[in-house]
């Protein structure tokens, strides 16, 4: 009321035309005052950025959207905090997740300072909100790849697995929908415990779905985190997870080591060629570039038989894919069905999207002398292979997960480890970072070497024969 009666006033007093331009001045500062105040007004009420919506309707997906206050408040904070970086975030590898994601800090401690990363974790997520924020939080990103751990906090809100893998699925079409080619990587929901409404069955049946849902997708590996850090009931270890949910510095160093394997095969870690120098008398098997010297041996009729029986009357179990002749690799850097792969030093067995893929590389030539074996292994946790040794299968795999050497004490988990396997007649000595594994382990007379994949990753590097001293 107040700018109405200062006009009254106004032609009360004026008696002239100067009285007309200070009307006309009044009422504009009239209209600019309540236009700032109207302004001022709408400022204070206006939602801030990055609000969870109300209810579900507008939500995606189903199942738990947590709404408490500390939640909307750690959500907008994070939320902002992706926004400012996003520009500088571009084209990393981002890891998207709950608190045990954000908890690895948004450098990652520094465990992945050689390549670009941007952490989109967010204390006490859900997939459901994951799926909300995906737009902004990720594909705004163009990543040039996705780690994805997710579904523990569904668990807590009573959310079934069924329907949190339904979540999940709609998350990963919309990564596969972006870039078709963008490695995704799967990390099996960590254990946790009953007493964190978070029960083993519920988290098993979880990892179970997921497994199922990504078989076959060439475009996703599955990392198995859940065997690498439950005990003997399927729940979490006070050691690696004080809180029985979140992991401590122990846990996050070995989650870098189990999935780092898996970086380096995607061509962002470990990216240096190895400079190892052999000795004088030993006879290199695998020059680093490619897999020259190297082949895969037509089945044999007696084993192609059994595996068609097992394929009909055991449709569950692991694949074997049958060769109908021999095929050489020389000159070639990737095997022909991409399985195995010769990548900066390294000779990778690399994780096969049905799950279990039972395959043999071998070498060109066979080896009747005596002779010892030299080469160093790395395994994904509880990954399965072996090396076969004129044919006859030493186990090779993730010792202590996966066995049978499950007592060795130096074996060093997601790390390079080294096989001695010392053939004299048909007997071999082998061990494993210099403990026994086989003291006479019988071997034919005559063969070649090989290499086997089944589940995980298995890298392979300085494989070379020396004469027996």
């Known amino acids: 009321m107040i700018p109405y009666l200062g006009v009254f006033t106004m032609l009360f007093l004026c008696r002239g035309k100067l009285c007309v331009a200070a009307l006309v001045g009044f009422a504009m500062l009239s209209f600019f005052t309540r236009f700032a105040v109207a302004q001022d007004k709408s400022a204070a009420v206006a939602e801030p950025a990055f609000v969870i919506p109300d209810t579900d309707d ?33 084209n990393a590898v981002v890891f998207l997740g709950d608190s045990i994601t954000q908890g690895w800090t948004d450098n990652f401690r ?9 952490n989109r974790g967010i204390s006490g997520d859900t997939t459901r909100g994951m799926l909300w924020r995906l737009d902004e939080d990720v594909l705004s990103l163009d990543p040039s790849a996705v780690v994805m751990l997710m579904g523990t906090n569904d668990l807590e809100e009573g959310a079934e697995p069924e329907t949190i893998v339904g979540n999940i699925e709609l998350i990963l079409k919309a990564l596969k929908e972006q870039d078709s080619e963008m490695p995704i990587i799967w990390c099996n929901v960590f254990p946790s415990s009953e007493k964190k409404s978070r029960p083993a069955d519920k988290i098993k049946k979880l990892n179970q779905l997921v497994g199922e849902l990504v078989k076959g997708d060439k475009q996703i590996t599955v990392l198995d985190t859940w065997t690498l850090f439950a005990d003997e009931n399927g729940d979490a270890k006070l050691e690696e997870f004080p809180d029985l949910l979140h992991p401590n510095g122990a846990g996050y160093d070995k989650w870098h080591a189990a999935i780092r394997p898996l970086f380096a095969t995607l061509g962002f870690a470990d990216t240096k060629t190895d400079d190892f120098k052999f000795e004088s008398d030993a006879r290199n098997l695998f020059n680093g570039t490619d897999l020259a010297g190297w082949c895969y041996h037509k089945t044999p009729e007696d084993q192609r038989k059994r595996m068609e029986n097992a394929r009909k009357n055991r449709p569950n179990a692991p694949t074997s894919p049958i060769i109908d002749e021999d095929i050489a690799f020389d000159g070639k850097k990737v095997s022909s069905d991409g399985r195995y792969a010769a990548i900066n030093g390294r000779l990778v067995v690399t994780t096969p999207p049905e799950g279990r893929k039972i395959q043999q590389l071998w070498t060109t030539e066979s ?20 090396v076969f040794i004129r044919g006859k299968q030493l186990q090779c795999r993730d010792y202590l997960l996966a066995g049978p050497y499950t007592e060795l004490t130096q074996y060093k988990p997601q790390d390079w480890n080294e096989l001695v396997i010392r053939v004299q007649g048909d007997t071999a000595h082998c061990t494993c970072n210099g403990e026994v594994l086989e003291a006479e382990f019988k071997v034919p007379e005559s063969g070649p070497i090989g290499l086997e994949g ?11 024969i020396l004469p027996l001293q």
């Open 58 to 90: 507008e939500l995606p997906g189903a199942g738990p959207m947590r709404r408490a206050p500390w939640f909307r408040n750690v959500w907008q904070a994070r939320r902002s905090t992706f926004a400012k970086n996003a520009e500088k975030e571009q």
């Open 110 to 118: 520094g465990d992945f300072s050689d390549f670009k990363t941007a």
């Open 367 to 386: 080896f009747d002398d005596d002779f010892v074996l030299k080469l160093e292994f790395r395994a994904t946790p509880n990954a399965d292979s072996g």
């Open 454 to 464: 089944d589940r995980g990753q298995i890298e392979y590097r300085r494989i070379r």
